[in-house]
């Protein structure tokens, strides 16, 4: 069989510690915590921007390896600039944009599922149980019941913090019943 990707697993946890990490921010400082936010991701955004274009740069060009570096540090640059302006812009529609993402992450879930099904985890039903918990999260944050924005970016706090949660422990349980497959 197939080994594991540990770099996958590495990048997985990473996210949901990002995800629990966030979750306590949104939490704890409500009020503040969708600015610092988007002041965190348009830095992040600027620093990816900056470094694709040196890189592009620093490469010598082959016709082999055509490469959308200028243009993809270039966008990550504008949008990083963007959001640092206008940090009340993304606020508004963070809830959006983060239900987004909590949904593709439930179905990245379901394919945790569907090859725990596959490896004959018995296992298998509690990553489905966290899968529609996500999924309901995600479509909760997209529908906005939520009249005040502390609320809402309480709600969102939580959501993160179970998501991570619910990350790690998705992926160390396929990851144990992988390795427990690649043994026999």
Same mark, same amino acid.
């Given at each position: ?90 606020? +508004? ?13 439930? !179905?990245? +879930? ?18 489905? !149980? ?9 479509? !909760? ?12 970016? +309480? ?22 019943? !992988? +390795? ?5």
């Amino acid at each position: 069989m197939k080994r594991f990707p540990k770099s996958f697993i590495r990048d997985y946890m990473l996210t949901a510690l990002v995800f629990v990490l966030f979750g306590v921010l949104f939490l704890v400082y409500p009020s503040e915590s969708g600015k610092i936010i988007c002041y965190i991701l348009g830095g992040f955004l600027c620093l990816v921007g900056i470094f694709r274009t040196v890189e592009y740069f620093m490469t010598p060009v082959t016709l082999h390896e055509y490469s959308l570096g200028l243009v993809m540090g270039l966008i990550a640059i504008g949008c990083g600039v963007f959001i640092l302006i206008r940090p009340e812009l993304i606020v +508004k529609v963070l809830h959006t944009v983060l239900g987004v993402a909590v949904l593709l992450d439930s !179905i990245i +879930k379901l394919q945790n599922t569907l090859d725990m099904i596959r490896l004959h985890d018995k296992n298998w039903r509690y990553t489905l !149980i966290m899968t529609i918990v996500t999924a309901a999260l995600g479509t !909760i944050l997209l529908i906005n019941p939520f009249k005040a924005m502390e609320t809402l970016l +309480k709600f969102i706090g939580i959501s993160l913090i179970i998501n991570g949660v619910m990350d790690a422990v998705a992926m160390f349980a396929l990851y144990s019943r !992988i +390795k427990q497959v690649e043994m026999v």
